[in-house]
């Protein structure tokens, strides 16, 4: 079983509609491969909003604990909030005699926990989501949804990509493929730990080219192979070769060019893959090319 | 006044709508000097992008630290109470040894208070740099970057804002980071407005709702700039109109600013038309936030 994993480093470069297409030919394309789905960018979990899941299992996901003070046994002495390095304690005001911890700034620490001298403070574990075990149109999916402003999404990005990983492993499926979160911090190390392949889909803009370089330095630092996918190609063609030169020098081969394309944005109104949508567009047809390439590194993945 | 420019989902333009607001803002208007730039700070420091469009020139430079325990052998005598009160897992004790593991750290130093010998100390361990210095049109620019391989992107937000927002009641554009859990909340920690760039797309749609509701939990009031309008469907002003946000603006797709935006213009480089438009949008804000403290009061 192989997993791959589906990065950008920039957000909005087209991750989703990418992992999307890939389910949708893994499924019923010309290269099949039996997969599992999960979505790992749980900020802003997208991939359902295509692949039309039916849910089958909720659960609610307990992020980090946040700590919490008695007002009747606090003495008021400020211990808290001398020691909290996160400015989460809040000293006494507007008409409250004792400190109080505002949950959003609140780390989970618990280093007021052990230092208040009254025994006053407990770590209350929150919920601070679910994950769901779906049957999408292209097979199973896992996928979550983070409460707004909730700590711990890495967390909960290793939870969904575990459980994908055991039914493929209970299912005897060839693949996990995994649409990842943007950026390079904690989710996205969470997204790309344990993966065979990162396919990375490159805008060829200013930023573009900045994200992906950071992305690609962060596979190799974990040592994931990379492939490299160039979306929108034709909106800045200087751009695009770029990224190819860019990715000959550091020995990464790029597996697909994908024109800039106005039935992708129709395909994803009608909450389909575009591949699906439109078969014979010029997206659909880049990406089927691109998987080709894509499965069959999944047998056998780049050094 | 502090705005931060967001979005949920990422690429929906959020760089491309905070730099023009900041080059927008720090012109003089006929017969009214600009008496200071704004502040414009990069808070994106996974993917840290808008130096590309304003061109800043680093004169400044920090490092982002946490402080994480050394344990001195000599003293420890592997009671393990250390490991016990760490919440993260980032302090452990084998047989006699005490190990950590920096890149789980969080650095709150509960580890060092509870030590009852006395044995743990902190030194400092980089995660990345703050660079700050003057930009465009005299804007005074700070970005953090994360190094490659440090999971936190938090720390250095806050060490950010910090460092570099000014004590003053001036003007603060705060470009934000994708998503909507830690490094969007550190970043929105204090704002006075955000302001919501998305697409009329579903994905946009989803992701936008996903932002109102971070917003609304923080009690920061919030608007909209529809970007690449025209494309998608109707789904996010249907939203807006019901939520009650309103949309401040609206760019339509055009290729020559997707086109201008790759090669790293920004938006009002290609449309000068839009500075009065951003100035506008200033006044906007500044009336919905006045109405909203003055309906508190």
Redesign the interface.
Known sequence: MKQLVILSGKGGTGKTSVAAAFAHLAAQGEVPVTAVLADADVDAANLELVLDPRPLERHEFIGGSVAVIDDARCEGCGTCYDVCRFDAVLPPADGREVYAVDPIACEGCAACVYQCPEEAIEMVPQLAGHWFRSESRYGPLFHAALLPAQENSGKLVTLVKQQARLLALDEGQAAVLVDGPPGIGCPVISAISGADLALIVAEPTAAGIHDMERVLEMAAHFRVPALVCINKTDVYPQGADQIESYCREAGIEVTGRIPFDRSVTDAMVRGEPVTAYSPSSPAALALAAAWKIVAAYLGNPPA | MKIVVA??????GK?TVATSLALSLAVDEPGQPVSQAPTYLDC????P?AH??LAPTFEQRQAVEIRIPRVDEAKCTGCGKCAE?C??HAIVVLGKRTLVFPQLC?????CT??CPQGAITEEPHAIGVLEAGPAARSISFARGV?D??????TPAI?QLKRWAIPGDESLVILDA?????????ETL?GADYLLLVTEP???GL??LR?AA??A???GIPAGVIINRDG???AGVDAFCAAAGLPVLMRIPFE?AI??G????RTLVEIRPEYAPRFRTLLQQINMQVDSLSRAKK
Do not use: W
């Not at chain 2, 979005?7 to 929906?12: D, E, V, W």
């Open positions: 979005s949920g989902k990422g690429g929906t760089t994106d420091v996974e993917g992008n590309l469009f009160v919440q993260y969080h650095g709150c130093g509960s208070l509870v994360l490659v391989g440090e999971p936190m992107a806050r980071p994708p998503g909507t859990s830690c490094p969007v909340v920690r797309t579903p994905f989803h992701d996903l509701e971070v609304a939990e923080l494309i998608g469907d290729r997707a086109e935006v790759a090669q790293g």
